[in-house]
């Protein structure tokens, strides 16, 4: 079992940049697959971006595609969520969650995901 604590959020104008972290505890980081996820208020929760275990494949969201940057540090037991050129549409609660999918990952099974973080509220606004 993990335990993921995400950190990051804030305040930014848009066209801005954060750097969103997942950090995680326990022994199976190695395992599986990261995926990022966000709720904005009133709205679904929906999937943003996912790395495999292995950290050689990712999926992204047509809307985050080319905008934001997934990656992760096994050494840290980090997966990182670049985020950049940011627009108020970006702006919610954002999720890391982890899958136990052996090959690649896929954020649009989010039932398969388990041991949610807490959340970091990541706001872009002038």
């Known amino acids: 079992q993990l335990q993921l604590v995400e950190s990051g959020g804030g305040l930014v104008q848009p066209g801005g940049s954060l750097r969103l972290s997942c950090e995680a505890s326990?022994?199976?980081?190695?395992?599986?697959?990261i995926g990022w996820f966000r709720q904005a208020p009133g709205k679904e929760r929906e999937g943003v971006a996912c790395?495999?275990?292995?950290?050689?494949?990712?999926m992204y969201a047509d809307s985050v595609k080319g905008r934001f940057t997934i990656s992760r540090d096994r050494a840290k037991k980090t997966v990182y969520l670049q985020m950049d050129s940011l627009k108020p549409e970006d702006t919610a609660v954002y999720y890391c969650?982890?899958?136990?999918?052996?090959?690649?990952?896929?954020?649009?099974?989010?039932?398969?995901?388990?041991?949610w973080g807490q959340g970091t509220l990541v706001t872009v606004s002038s």
């Open positions: 790395t495999s275990s292995s950290g050689s494949s990712s």
């Open positions: 326990g022994n199976t980081f190695d395992y599986v697959a």
């Open positions: 969650a982890a899958d136990d999918i052996r090959l690649g990952c896929d954020y649009k099974l989010e039932d398969r995901y388990h041991d």
